[in-house]
């Protein structure tokens, strides 16, 4: 199973930022899809925003224009920045990992990181 930890949580009010990180552990596959995931207050799992091998990335309509998924392949770290939150942005995300594609059902998930978004 592929080991993922996140970080960069945090409270911020509307229309701060915040940067998640995501490293991700080596894990011999050569392609794979990257991702967060958002568990909100109805405890749904939205995806947020995926990324591919190949540098193909795909997002919710909510956060087009406001978040960017990126990945350094270096160091295997998962970024997502986050601009110009919303309180609906709130909730706990997840780093995820589908196997070999993002519509792959196999996903590895991290333990989360929280994001409070204050109005």
């Known amino acids: 199973q592929v080991q993922l930890v996140e970080s960069g949580g945090g409270s911020v009010q509307a229309g701060g930022s915040l940067n998640l990180s995501c490293v991700v552990s080596?894990?011999?596959?050569?392609?794979?899809?990257l991702g967060w995931f958002r568990q909100g207050p109805r405890n749904e799992g939205d995806m947020v925003a995926q990324i591919e091998r190949d540098g193909s990335t795909y997002y919710a309509d909510s956060v087009k224009g406001r978040f960017t998924i990126s990945e350094d392949y270096g160091q295997n770290i998962l970024h997502l920045q986050m601009n110009n939150l919303r309180p609906e942005d709130s909730g706990i995300y997840y780093c995820?990992?589908?196997?070999?594609?993002?519509?792959?059902?196999?996903?590895?998930w991290g333990q989360g990181t929280r994001v409070t978004v204050s109005s």
């Open positions: 995820a990992v589908n196997i070999p594609y993002c519509t792959s059902r196999r996903r590895d």
């Open positions: 080596e894990n011999g596959y050569s392609t794979y899809c």
